[in-house]
């Protein structure tokens, strides 16, 4: 299948690779110099910029093509798990670390793990989990008055991360980890090692032999996976004391354990526990950091702030959280969060590999070429959207403006990807956004939001792209 942002034009001739533009490198390393792992992906769009649409880089052996066209973009991601998948060298990355799950395992084993995981995910899972997230919500809300009353200054990624711990381990493994009022080493300082490392190896241009072996790393991995050992023997005794949990299970953790101990289950205990760590992971950072640029953004434009804040009163009532039905009626709030994903996308870049020959917009490409999608450079585009870089979160309220519609700015900017792979916790995601937006909003001011030195703050890439070091003051409201 001929992947294409225009009509395919059966008149002109495919190009290959080495005819397409791109930045000159060395001999044997080819462009790895140029590039500081954690501005990867500022290097790329800038890259875009210069060599347009479609180009090509190259790190040591590996040549990197790389899109930046909405329509191709999302071509390709439809074109999975058959024309493309996540790379080869994610998925050994992943395993040697000991968390290949949903987000790196590829063909049938993907097409295996994703329904279990996507059950676990569903609207009616977290409708029925709404009273958990009010009540880790409310912990939140109170950590962060204590703070106000002593004058503290937030740590708002690391606290945000404590957030999204907790009510990624509540939902998926139905166990109350309370990391939000704990102040001792808790999961995530473990955690928070494991993307960079993921990151690091995916794109070292050396061997894995070859590169050194980090002591803070292997001591994370052991101890997330003792964690993630104690939520499935907590799960196995929970189906064992209630054997009808094996027919209806409550969350991911009881339905994955359900089928894996069931006779004839091709499902493995590293693909649990790869499946266990995949959700930590993959809730974790995402969430916390569009928040953390959320209220980043909020605070630099007090006129949105200010409507989402009315919003967020209007809509409560007298309710001091968000009922389930309530959330959904949070339009502005849920239009900040996806004008935060628009300028300041989490997942800037999705390397995916072809599994067979193909052609991307009139470039053949040979199977096992890795692709680098970018998110960024079409939602940020006078192409798509008027003044692009102004933060106008009303832009994503349908009927604003002629042709700039919800609808077709949904089909530009793709913070959760798109086609099949697209992302399985968007919708928890949101919810999560919604509450601790509308807790800040109904239950603070926003005193001040900056980074280190009240400088301009910097993006860094660790294989989500998060703000460098934000601080957060806040004022209790009486
Ligand atoms: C704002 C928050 C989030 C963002 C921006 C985000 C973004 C993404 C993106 C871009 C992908 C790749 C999609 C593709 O390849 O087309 C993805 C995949 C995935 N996400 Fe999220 N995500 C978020 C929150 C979450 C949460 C809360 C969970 C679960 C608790 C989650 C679980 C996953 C999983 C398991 C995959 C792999 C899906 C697959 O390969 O089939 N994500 N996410």
């Known amino acids: 299948m001929a992947i294409t942002s225009d009509e395919p034009r059966a008149d002109k001739p495919a190009r290959r690779i080495s005819e397409l533009p791109g930045p000159r490198g060395l001999p044997l390393l080819g462009n790895a110099l140029q590039i500081e792992r954690e501005r990867l992906h500022r290097q790329v769009e800038q890259w875009a910029h210069e060599y347009g649409e479609m180009y090509r880089f190259r ?157 803070a790393v292997a001591e994370g991995l052991a101890a997330v996976h003792e964690a993630v050992s104690g939520f499935i023997a907590a799960a196995r005794r929970r189906l064992a004391d209630e054997p009808g949990l094996r027919e209806q299970p409550r969350n991911l953790i009881e339905a994955m354990v359900a089928e894996r101990d069931r006779p004839g289950s091709d499902l493995s205990d590293e693909d649990l526990s790869g499946n266990m760590l995949t959700m930590l992971l993959a809730g974790e950072d995402t969430t916390a950091n569009t928040l953390a640029w959320m209220i980043w953004l909020l605070h630099r434009h007090p006129e949105a702030a200010q409507r989402a804040a009315e919003e967020v009163h209007r809509v409560l009532g007298a309710e001091a959280h968000p009922t389930h039905e309530q959330l959904a009626q949070l339009d502005f709030v849920e239009a900040c969060a996806h004008e935060t994903m628009r300028l300041k996308p989490v997942a800037p870049l999705l390397i995916q590999e072809a599994v067979r020959d193909t052609v991307v917009d009139g470039v053949e490409v040979p199977a096992g070429t890795p692709v680098m999608c970018l998110m960024r450079p079409g939602a940020v585009s006078a192409a798509n959207f008027a003044d692009p870089q102004a933060f106008r979160p ?85």
């Open 394 to 478: 009303e832009r994503w309220l349908a009927g604003d403006g002629p042709g700039r519609a919800a609808g077709s700015a949904k089909r530009v900017a793709m913070p959760f990807g798109a086609g099949p792979r697209t992302c399985p916790g968007r919708y928890l995601a949101l919810s999560e956004i919604k509450m601790v937006a509308a807790m800040l909003l109904r239950h603070f001011d926003i005193v001040d939001v900056a980074g280190p030195g009240g400088m301009e703050v910097q993006e860094r890439l660790a294989f989500t792209m998060s703000p460098v070091g934000l601080k957060m003051r806040l004022r209790a409201r009486s």
């Open 59 to 215: 790190i040591a052996s590996r040549e990197f093509v790389v899109i930046s066209n909405p329509a191709t973009v999302a071509g390709v991601l439809r074109d999975r798990p058959d024309g493309f998948q996540r790379g080869a060298k994610l998925n050994a990355a992943a395993r040697s670390l000991g968390f290949n799950g949903l987000f790196t395992v590829n063909g049938d084993e993907w097409r295996r793990h994703r329904p279990m995981v996507l059950r676990g995910l569903d609207p009616t899972h977290i409708k029925a989990f709404h009273p958990t997230l009010v009540r880790v919500t409310e912990r939140f809300a109170n950590r962060w008055r204590r703070a106000a009353e002593a004058a503290q200054p937030i740590d708002l990624q690391a606290d945000l991360m404590r957030y999204t711990v907790d009510v990624t381990a509540g939902l998926a493994f139905g166990t109350d980890i309370n990391t939000i009022e704990s102040d001792e080493e808790v999961i995530q300082t473990h955690l928070d090692k494991l993307l960079p490392a993921l990151a690091k190896r995916v794109l070292s241009p050396l061997p894995r032999w070859l590169t050194r072996r980090d002591p």
